[in-house]
């Protein structure tokens, strides 16, 4: 036993005393023993000497401050800080004094000499800034025992073979593709140890399924040193070849973002690694792989996700892992919201486990240019979580580091940090240059051995590995590398897409498809009426028990008036009783901004919550989980497309707070929501609900910018501009509850998924003219959509105004005060895909129409306008007139009277034109 441990252990014994029995364990609480409870822990200072007292601190300054002085930095340009906690005169001790401890005679210098050695060493850990005592104790004494752990001979030359053959697989790219960008492992290759223990003694701690995001850094590597990525895949994406079949539609991405999955198998049991792809926006995958993750433990049915398994966690059977670049992480502000997620209900995984390459720079930015903090892991005490640091250049530190952080997070369920200090062989990329900007820094690297190469020196001199044998190894990588090269043209592509959980399914069609999402009505009133039934005892608030639950049932038994909110929760409790799941998540969406769902009820005397559509049959094996969230748009919109491509037999949505504020989270449907198909084979059938409309409500509370989302439609042209349902995404404007409802059923009864964006309403949640029957969700119907104008005479029609969303009612409203007979009002209700054959149809019923009007509330350069107007006058032949707001630089007026006068203004265009 150290030294400092038998001090400990002399004095925690004087002074803390326990109100029951002391539990021993031989692996947990740096004293020897921890209370059963905390709250048995009671100090008595009385019984601690001063001296006692002095060393005690001593210890703890140790303990919390030691990482500052570690020797983390692998060049060694950086001057180790003199920190003045861990000076032994503050605390009046003289480090040459003696004390018997034990029976011993030894000096206080000795026991300074182990702290410094066990805390300011290669690997360095924070961990005294966490909240809980035990989890304190419990890393002191983990940590400390981890310091003296052996690495075994097998796994140091394991871990040598891949580092030599990374750095080898480098040398050759450089050789044969000197012009590719591959941001390789060069400098980082310390990285293998965490990799290859990670994967080795996952299944120890019974994990069955690993997540993995990673950015560009070392990721070739890794691909095809562990995760049997076929290098010939690799050498034909650098020859500028695609990675997709001829019969697979989709555009590809670039070298960096190729992923991966496979299977560790061991006697032990099986674990799959799942590697996401990923943007270039750094970090924007994190919530990504967080909801991934959840949702793949959903699968599982382990931890608390809605089934529960007696005795699971979460995280039980799933370990979401994270790695990072330390300017990117420090620099993102995703990385603080997704972390923000990790221990909030509806979000938690049981703790992420987080890799930083730390190259002490980003791009051309050093560590005090990119950062405020003084290391990179520093938002880890934000979440209460630890951070271990490691010496690069020390790669047996990080195999270390590594079980201690995984045996953390399996036992405390929370995120951990590893910070692997290293640095960058070549620039931000190997066509890069970082002399321009870092001169000193690669004075030292360009002097320097690798990082293989001095570990294999290491492993020489300890006669575990020859230097014949580390040229065998360069040897026989460089001929199987060769092999792979030379067969780059007689490849082909492959792409395991629409496996898993995923067979059955395919691609979306090219044409235009219809779906029966209908369903019988003696169902949905049984739906209806049980989605407002509370159980007995329940104490309902009087007001939502009046206005929503009687008021509902009402409208089941007529079969009439079914609003927004009462059709979504039909087509919500139809799916799940054919064994779909449902998961809503946005701000509030439990009660919804504009109190139409109710979707949980809440005991006005207990604050106890009650889903009724959890609790529509006995036996019931789908559920909806509705997860109220934390003001976050992007970390929330991702983790919600990563549970969308998990299982397809989801519904999965998210709800804009108002539609407007979409844009927080811009960069996940730029990178993923719109692309992630066409460039990794990824269906995604997320649903996103953008409360949109113009009422007065001025700007960022009017406009869901549905333009941006057609500005990102793809569309296959050819000769005609009609869009299939293989578009990247779906783009919808419903005006009646019956159409929201197919809508929604549609997203998982289609054998294919896309994105759907619904442009939802506000003041037509409750509007008379949008309630729909029962009839018109019964078997047999469908989406529309285009909605046709029922017209008395329609062979009087001189004029047709097509509209999308509410504006159609104040148009027909006015019509029908003018008394107007020659003009027909037709709603686009889908708008990408384009619904050419329908429209074609619709427009037979006017043969004598010679006007076509588009009229919308939006702005001119907002709204459908620019997506439809070329649309119906290359595909149709119709040159539409414009009514609408002129173009403006925001998206509507915020005073009342101006908002009036521009409404009365379109509709007499409209009217006029």
């Given at each position: 036993?150290?030294?400092?441990?038998?001090?400990?252990?002399?004095?925690?014994?004087?002074c803390?005393?326990l109100?029951?029995?002391?539990?021993?364990?031989?692996?947990?609480?740096?004293?020897?023993?921890?209370?059963?409870?905390?709250?048995?822990?009671v100090?008595?200072?009385?019984?601690?000497?001063?001296?006692?007292?002095?060393?005690?601190?001593?210890?703890?300054?140790?303990?919390?401050?030691?990482?500052?002085?570690?020797?983390?930095?692998?060049?060694?340009?950086?001057?180790?800080?003199?920190?003045?906690?861990?000076?032994?005169d503050?605390?009046?001790?003289?480090?040459?004094?003696?004390?018997i401890?034990?029976?011993?005679?030894?000096?206080?210098k000795?026991?300074?000499?182990?702290?410094?050695?066990?805390?300011?060493?290669?690997?360095?850990?924070?961990?005294?800034?966490?909240?809980?005592?035990?989890?304190?104790?419990?890393?002191?004494?983990?940590?400390?025992?981890?310091?003296?752990?052996?690495?075994?001979?097998?796994?140091?030359?394991?871990l040598?073979?891949?580092?030599?053959?990374?750095?080898?697989?480098?040398?050759?790219?450089?050789?044969?593709f000197?012009?590719?960008?591959?941001?390789?492992?060069?400098?980082a290759?310390?990285?293998?140890?965490?990799?290859?223990?990670?994967?080795?003694?996952?299944?120890?701690k019974e994990?069955?399924?690993?997540?993995?995001?990673?950015?560009?850094?070392?990721?070739?590597?890794?691909?095809?040193?562990?995760?049997?990525?076929?290098?010939?895949?690799?050498?034909?994406?650098?020859?500028?070849?695609?990675?997709?079949?001829?019969?697979v539609?989709?555009?590809?991405?670039?070298?960096?973002?190729?992923?991966?999955?496979?299977?560790?198998?061991?006697?032990?049991?099986?674990?799959?690694?799942?590697?996401?792809?990923?943007?270039s926006h750094?970090?924007?995958?994190?919530?990504?792989?967080?909801?991934?993750?959840?949702?793949?433990?959903?699968?599982?049915?382990?931890?608390?996700?809605?089934?529960?398994?007696?005795?699971?966690?979460?995280?039980?059977?799933?370990?979401?892992?994270?790695?990072?670049?330390?300017?990117?992480?420090?620099?993102?502000?995703?990385?603080?919201?997704?972390?923000?997620?990790?221990?909030?209900?509806?979000?938690?995984?049981?703790?992420?486990?987080?890799?930083?390459?730390?190259?002490?720079?980003?791009f051309?930015?050093?560590?005090?240019?990119?950062?405020?903090?003084?290391?990179?892991?520093?938002?880890?005490?934000?979440?209460?979580?630890?951070?271990?640091?490691?010496n690069?250049?020390?790669?047996?530190?990080?195999?270390?580091?590594?079980?201690?952080?995984?045996?953390?997070?399996?036992?405390?369920?929370?995120?951990?940090f590893?910070?692997?200090?290293?640095?960058?062989?070549?620039?931000?990329?190997?066509?890069?240059?970082?002399?321009?900007?870092?001169?000193?820094?690669?004075k030292?690297?360009?002097?320097?051995?690798?990082?293989?190469?001095?570990?294999?020196?290491?492993?020489?001199?300890?006669?575990?590995?020859?230097?014949?044998?580390?040229?065998?190894?360069?040897?026989e990588h460089?001929?199987?590398?060769?092999?792979?090269?030379?067969?780059?043209?007689?490849?082909?592509?492959q792409?395991?897409?629409?496996?898993?959980?995923?067979?059955g399914?395919?691609?979306?069609?090219?044409?235009?498809?219809?779906?029966?999402?209908?369903?019988?009505?003696?169902?949905?009133?049984?739906?209806?009426?049980?989605?407002?039934?509370?159980?007995?005892?329940?104490?309902?608030?009087?007001?939502?028990?009046?206005?929503?639950?009687?008021?509902?049932?009402?409208?089941?038994?007529?079969?009439?008036?079914?609003?927004?909110?009462?059709?979504?929760?039909?087509?919500?409790?139809?799916?799940?009783?054919q064994?779909?799941?449902?998961?809503?998540?946005?701000?509030?969406?439990?009660?919804?901004?504009?109190s139409?769902?109710?979707?949980?009820?809440?005991?006005?005397?207990?604050?106890?919550?009650?889903?009724?559509?959890n609790?529509?049959?006995?036996?019931?094996?789908?559920?909806?989980?509705?997860a109220?969230?934390?003001?976050?748009?992007?970390?929330?919109?991702?983790?919600?497309?990563?549970?969308?491509?998990?299982?397809?037999?989801?519904?999965?949505?998210?709800?804009?707070?108002?539609?407007?504020?979409?844009?927080?989270?811009?960069i996940?449907?730029?990178?993923?929501?719109?692309?992630?198909?066409?460039?990794?084979?990824?269906?995604?059938?997320?649903?996103?609900?953008?409360?949109?409309?113009?009422?007065?409500?001025?700007?960022?509370?009017?406009?869901?910018?549905m333009?941006?989302?057609?500005?990102?439609?793809?569309?296959?042209?050819d000769?005609?501009?009609?869009?299939?349902?293989?578009?990247?995404?779906?783009v919808?404007?419903?005006?009646?509850s019956?159409?929201?409802?197919?809508?929604?059923r549609?997203?998982?009864?289609?054998?294919?998924?896309?994105?759907?964006?619904?442009?939802?309403?506000?003041?037509?949640?409750?509007?008379?003219?949008?309630?729909?029957?029962?009839?018109?969700?019964?078997?047999?119907?469908?989406?529309?959509?285009?909605?046709?104008?029922?017209?008395?005479?329609?062979?009087?029609?001189?004029k047709?105004?097509?509209?999308?969303?509410?504006?159609?009612?104040?148009?027909?409203?006015?019509?029908?005060?003018?008394?107007?007979e020659?003009?027909?009002?037709?709603?686009?209700?889908?708008?990408c895909p384009?619904?050419?054959?329908?429209?074609?149809?619709?427009?037979?019923?006017?043969?004598?129409?010679?006007?076509?009007?588009?009229?919308?509330?939006?702005?001119?350069?907002?709204?459908?306008?620019?997506?439809?107007?070329?649309?119906?006058?290359e595909?149709?032949?119709?040159?539409?007139?414009?009514?609408?707001?002129?173009?403006?630089?925001?998206t509507?007026?915020?005073i009342?009277?101006?908002?009036?006068?521009?409404?009365?203004?379109?509709?007499?265009?409209?009217?006029?034109?």
């Amino acid at each position: 036993m150290p030294l400092y441990h038998r001090l400990q252990t002399l004095i925690a014994r004087q002074c803390l005393k326990l109100k029951s029995h002391r539990t021993y364990y031989s692996d947990v609480g740096t004293f020897g023993y921890v209370p059963e409870r905390t709250s048995d822990f009671v100090p008595n200072v009385q019984d601690i000497t001063p001296e006692e007292s002095r060393r005690l601190h001593l210890i703890n300054a140790y303990r919390r401050y030691g990482y500052l002085k570690a020797k983390l930095d692998p060049l060694q340009i950086k001057n180790i800080q003199n920190v003045l906690e861990l000076n032994p005169d503050i605390y009046g001790i003289d480090i040459n004094s003696e004390e018997i401890i034990n029976g011993k005679n030894v000096t206080v210098k000795t026991l300074v000499e182990q702290l410094e050695s066990i805390y300011c060493g290669t690997i360095a850990a924070e961990f005294m800034h966490l909240n809980s005592w035990e989890e304190r104790q419990w890393f002191s004494q983990a940590f400390e025992k981890t310091k003296m752990e052996e690495v075994t001979k097998d796994e140091k030359l394991k871990l040598v073979k891949l580092m030599i053959k990374s750095q080898n697989f480098d040398n050759f790219l450089a050789l044969k593709f000197p012009t590719v960008k591959r941001y390789g492992c060069e400098g980082a290759e310390s990285m293998f140890g965490f990799f290859n223990e990670m994967f080795q003694i996952s299944h120890q701690k019974e994990i069955q399924q690993i997540i993995l995001c990673m950015a560009h850094r070392g990721r070739l590597n890794l691909l095809v040193e562990l995760m049997q990525f076929p290098v010939i895949q690799m050498f034909r994406k650098m020859r500028g070849k695609t990675e997709f079949p001829e019969e697979v539609q989709g555009a590809g991405d670039v070298l960096s973002h190729l992923t991966s999955s496979f299977d560790i198998i061991s006697n032990e049991g099986k674990v799959h690694v799942t590697m996401l792809p990923n943007p270039s926006h750094l970090e924007a995958v994190n919530p990504v792989a967080v909801g991934k993750s959840r949702a793949r433990a959903r699968t599982l049915k382990v931890g608390d996700y809605g089934d529960v398994k007696d005795g699971s966690r979460v995280g039980d059977g799933v370990l979401c892992v994270q790695i990072h670049g330390d300017g990117a992480f420090t620099g993102q502000g995703v990385v603080w919201e997704t972390l923000a997620l990790s221990q909030c209900p509806h979000f938690r995984v049981g703790g992420s486990l987080h890799l930083i390459t730390n190259n002490q720079v980003a791009f051309t930015a050093e560590a005090h240019i990119g950062r405020s903090s003084t290391h990179c892991t520093d938002l880890c005490k934000a979440i209460d979580a630890p951070a271990i640091h490691v010496n690069g250049d020390y790669p047996e530190d990080l195999i270390r580091a590594t079980r201690l952080a995984l045996e953390y997070r399996q036992r405390f369920r929370k995120d951990i940090f590893i910070n692997l200090v290293c640095f960058r062989r070549w620039g931000h990329n190997e066509l890069d240059d970082p002399r321009f900007t870092q001169p000193v820094m690669y004075k030292e690297i360009d002097t320097r051995p690798s990082i293989p190469d001095k570990y294999a020196t290491q492993l020489i001199n300890e006669g575990i590995l020859s230097e014949e044998e580390k040229k065998q190894i360069i040897e026989e990588h460089t001929e199987n590398l060769l092999k792979e090269f030379r067969s780059i043209e007689q490849s082909t592509p492959q792409a395991k897409h629409l496996e898993g959980n995923w067979q059955g399914f395919q691609q979306a069609p090219k044409a235009y498809t219809k779906w029966d999402t209908g369903v019988d009505a003696d169902l949905l009133r049984y739906v209806g009426e049980a989605s407002v039934k509370a159980p007995s005892g329940f104490n309902l608030n009087k007001h939502l028990q009046k206005t929503h639950c009687e008021a509902r049932i009402s409208k089941m038994i007529n079969g009439e008036g079914i609003d927004w909110g009462t059709a979504e929760a039909l087509a919500f409790g139809s799916l799940l009783l054919q064994e779909y799941d449902v998961r809503i998540s946005g701000q509030d969406v439990g009660r919804a901004t504009f109190s139409h769902r109710h979707a949980m009820l809440v005991d006005q005397e207990t604050d106890k919550i009650y889903i009724p559509l959890n609790n529509l049959k006995n036996d019931q094996k789908n559920f909806i989980e509705i997860a109220n969230n934390l003001l976050s748009e992007e970390a929330i919109l991702g983790f919600e497309y990563g549970y969308s491509i998990e299982h397809p037999k989801r519904l999965c949505i998210w709800e804009a707070q108002f539609g407007d504020f979409f844009n927080g989270a811009q960069i996940i449907i730029d990178t993923f929501i719109a692309s992630g198909e066409s460039k990794w084979l990824l269906q995604s059938g997320l649903v996103l609900l953008l409360p949109h409309g113009f009422d007065g409500a001025g700007p960022e509370h009017s406009s869901c910018r549905m333009e941006r989302f057609l500005q990102l439609c793809d569309s296959h042209e050819d000769q005609n501009p009609a869009d299939g349902d293989n578009v990247n995404m779906h783009v919808v404007n419903p005006t009646t509850s019956a159409q929201y409802f197919h809508i929604l059923r549609k997203q998982v009864i289609a054998p294919y998924r896309k994105p759907l964006i619904v442009v939802a309403p506000k003041i037509l949640l409750r509007h008379p003219m949008a309630a729909s029957k029962l009839s018109d969700m019964s078997p047999g119907t469908s989406f529309q959509p285009v909605i046709s104008d029922n017209v008395v005479k329609p062979e009087n029609i001189r004029k047709v105004v097509f509209v999308s969303g509410k504006h159609a009612f104040a148009l027909m409203k006015e019509r029908d005060e003018r008394k107007i007979e020659d003009i027909a009002i037709i709603r686009l209700e889908g708008i990408c895909p384009f619904p050419i054959e329908d429209l074609r149809n619709v427009l037979k019923l006017f043969p004598k129409a010679s006007k076509y009007v588009w009229s919308q509330e939006e702005p001119r350069n907002a709204g459908c306008y620019n997506f439809v107007s070329r649309r119906f006058e290359e595909a149709l032949g119709l040159k539409l007139s414009y009514a609408g707001r002129k173009e403006i630089a925001w998206t509507a007026s915020a005073i009342g009277e101006i908002h009036q006068k521009e409404h009365l203004s379109v509709i007499e265009d409209t009217f006029n034109a």
